[in-house]
């Protein structure tokens, strides 16, 4: 990676931790705003006589700033398209209500709209929790339950209903109804908005989950187990391989796989190899390429002494998509598809973000910024008649040429990276470095940066003059005191602010004289 963009990266990204306080607008929008934008849509498009089946909405209701809807938006359509596994075209969403309001279309994205909905109502991330701006939980009371028993009986003998049993015991099965209270707890639609409108979305939709908050979704998506849940809950390497129409023994019979040894990494605690085999996708400029990491650098694991070492502890794995975006993957050492690396082997030491956890998904995207990075191959940098007494088998000797002489393996890396350059900036309008950087600097926002009083009233859409005293009353109001410290200048955590939020929307929703 470039190592001035790099600088830049966290230059920028500092700046960004120590963040101040945002500046309200004069004019704020409630979460109720882009359920009518939605609405009014979804009417348009059936008056057209489109099917609204596949379309499902995202909001930025809670943005003031032109430039930050904007790059909001692109930061939707680059993770929407990241997570399309299968279909060939880029799709750039349409934006609504002076762009706060993007109309997505899960058939044109090749998105499954079951997972779409799996992703609103369990959440994502280390600590999953539901979508909390458009829904709320509920506890409800179940009260009856059956309980069925199957009991051996002695019968004497004689007719039973029309039949005759011999003398034996019989299984004879008794079913109870019991009355119990058992308390669960459901995902509703929120009380807070305007319930015939979100009720004729769910039915035109098709989905509980019409309306997602953009940085919620975007911040979410591409963090595991959701990201995982997107590529279709693959469970072993072969099935990555699958979906990204990779046929490795082929290639390696043509002679057309390459590979390097690195001895030092920014990522690996060990020295690790990288191999790249190419594949049909992306009008055939698609490519696959997967590391060799260890837990130790030493004996058989020994990469320049070892030039063919195939066992491995972990890999990671990143592929083009048909869209010319990328895929990305984790293994161990058994070949199972994991969410996080083991930090003795992998440790992300380029990110900014207080979890230094290399998870797949969103922390690769991170990484790889520009792609797939160059590889400072020592194989290479070494001689042939010096490697000739490492290898003596003349079959792995062919092996050796083909992998590590056939071709300059960074040349295939650059080609790399322009096919994907090519895709980001054909989608967004920007190189692939700086969407990565906006990226960063999102999730730093939403899942590292404290929040304000003035961050509730963005995302509530009611004015300092009416969030404040409902928090100093957090008691009466029946509140929890998740807010109260907010009043004395202290900052508060967003995981926090989302399972509180409901409480605190119910009471301003029901205080009209507050609304904005």
Excluded at 75 to 104: H, I, M, W, Y
Excluded at 272 to 298: M, Q
Excluded at 348 to 375: M, Q, S, Y
Excluded at 402 to 425: H, K, M, S, T
């Amino acid at each position: 990676m470039n190592g001035a963009w790099f600088t830049g990266l966290v230059c920028l990204l500092g700046q960004a931790g120590v963040a101040p306080a945002p500046a309200l607008p004069a004019v704020l929008f409630t979460p109720t705003s882009a359920v009518e934008g939605a609405y009014a849509d979804v009417q348009r498009l059936q008056a057209a006589a489109q099917d609204t089946k596949s379309i499902r909405y995202l909001s930025c209701y809670h943005v003031a700033a032109i430039q930050e809807i904007q790059e909001l938006g692109e930061l939707a359509d680059f993770t929407l398209n990241s997570l399309n596994f299968s279909k060939r075209p880029v799709v750039r969403c349409p934006r609504l209500e002076a762009g706060r309001l993007l109309r997505v279309d899960l058939y044109l994205l090749g998105i499954d709209p079951s997972v779409w909905d799996r992703l609103g109502k369990e959440g994502s991330g280390p600590a999953p929790y539901p979508e909390p701006y458009f829904h709320q939980l509920l506890e409800t009371a179940q009260t009856i339950q059956k309980i069925t028993a199957v009991e051996k009986k002695w019968w004497p003998g004689g007719m039973y209903q029309g039949y005759y049993y011999a003398p034996g015991y019989y299984e004879q099965t008794t079913t109870k109804k019991i009355t119990e209270t058992v308390q669960q707890t459901i995902l509703a639609q929120a009380s807070w908005l305007p319930k015939d409108k979100v009720f004729s979305l769910v039915q035109w939709l098709d989905t509980e989950f019409p309306i997602l908050r953009c940085d919620w979704f975007i911040v979410y998506a591409l963090q595991p187990p959701a990201y995982v849940h997107f590529q279709g809950d693959l469970k072993k390497q072969q099935d990555l391989q699958v979906l990204a129409a990779v046929d490795a023994k082929t290639a390696a019979r043509a002679g057309s796989q390459l590979r390097g040894a690195v001895l030092v990494s920014e990522v690996a605690n060990r020295n690790r190899a990288l191999e790249r085999t190419p594949t049909v996708l992306n009008y055939g400029r698609g490519y696959y390429w997967e590391c060799y990491d260890f837990l130790t650098s030493i004996k058989q694991n020994d990469l320049l002494k070892n030039l063919l070492q195939k066992k491995r502890d972990a890999g990671e794995i990143i592929w083009s998509l048909p869209n010319g975006l990328q895929g990305y993957g984790l293994i161990n050492a058994q070949a199972n598809i994991i969410e996080f690396a083991d930090p003795r082997i992998a440790i992300d030491n380029r990110t900014l973000l207080r979890d230094k956890v290399v998870w797949t998904g969103f922390k690769c995207i991170f990484c790889h910024a520009e792609g797939i990075i160059p590889v400072a191959d020592e194989v290479r940098l070494s001689s042939r008649p010096t490697l000739g007494f490492l290898v003596h088998d003349k079959k792995e000797q062919e092996r050796v040429a083909d992998l590590y002489f056939g071709e300059e393996i960074n040349w295939l890396v650059f080609a790399d990276q322009q096919n994907y350059a090519a895709a980001v900036q054909g989608l967004t309008g920007k190189a692939p470095a700086v969407i990565s950087l906006q990226l960063q600097k999102l999730y730093q926002k939403y899942v590292d940066a404290p929040i304000h009083l003035e961050t509730v009233c963005l995302d509530t859409g009611y004015p300092l003059s009416a969030v404040k005293p409902i928090i100093s009353e957090v008691g009466r109001v029946g509140l929890d005191h998740t807010y109260l410290r907010l009043l004395k200048d202290r900052k508060g955590r967003r995981d926090q602010h989302e399972a509180a939020f409901a409480g605190l929307m119910q009471v301003l929703a029901l205080l009209k004289e507050t609304k904005p």
